[in-house]
């Protein structure tokens, strides 16, 4: 986002959000998408038929102002007057990545996220429904607390949600032009990206 600029998108609008997500429970995201298709088709070629939050937004973004989103991120601000100094983080043991990923979610287990969620729901306005609780984690747990998986089932699935999420961040750094790669699990990291940082700003 910072090195491609930002959009001057409107804010949400929760009477339309509603409305579309009632849309939906009646035809089903891939009609909605269908139906961006008819008035955003180059942000529906990007968008997956399943992808509820980006339809919803993309129909949202329309409603609002009758004009696409597509269009939106064609004003981006310009960046080009910026040099970036990219430093990409990789981690070369997939299998010692999934294995952190899933002491990862156990701790937070142990730490009460079950617990966590349930407050969130009881004392805010906040359901299931929520483009927030529909994060990884929260989604899981959300299903545990509401009958549909049991808790270990609800972790599985979180982990391997998080597993997904990270093979695409991976893909992602790997379209970034950058000759600053580390391995994430590189001794000295830390110090080693300081080194760097201070002979390219000669601190």
């Known amino acids: 986002i910072l090195s491609k600029g930002l959009s001057n998108l409107p804010s949400s ?8 997500e009632h ?7 891939p009609e909605l998408h269908k139906k961006l298709s008819e008035v955003d088709p180059r942000s529906a070629t ?37 040099n970036f100094f990219n430093v990409c983080l990789f981690p070369t043991n997939r299998d010692y990545l999934y294995q952190r990923i899933n002491s990862r979610f156990s701790q937070m287990l142990s730490d009460g996220l079950v617990d966590e969620v349930k407050n969130l ?6 359901s299931p ?19 549909k998986t049991t808790l270990e089932v609800a972790e599985q699935n979180a982990t391997m949600a998080t597993r997904r999420l990270a093979k695409r961040q991976i893909t992602w750094l790997r379209s970034i032009k950058s000759q600053n790669s580390y391995d994430i699990f590189e001794k ?4 080693k990206i300081s080194d760097l940082i201070s002979q390219e700003f000669k601190l």
């Open 188 to 191: 000295n990291l830390v110090q």
């Open 46 to 82: 990007k968008i997956k038929p399943n992808d509820k939050q980006r339809i919803q937004r993309a129909l949202e973004v329309f409603e609002l102002t009758g004009k696409p989103l597509s269009e939106f991120f064609k004003d981006q601000k310009n960046t080009k007057n910026y």
């Open 129 to 147: 429904s929520n483009n927030s609780m529909k994060s990884i984690g929260y989604r899981e747990i959300c299903a545990f607390i509401e009958s």
């Open 13 to 20: 609008d929760l009477d339309i959000r509603k409305r579309i």
């Open 121 to 126: 729901l009881a004392s805010s306005n906040l």
């Open 23 to 29: 849309q939906a429970e009646l035809m089903g995201w």
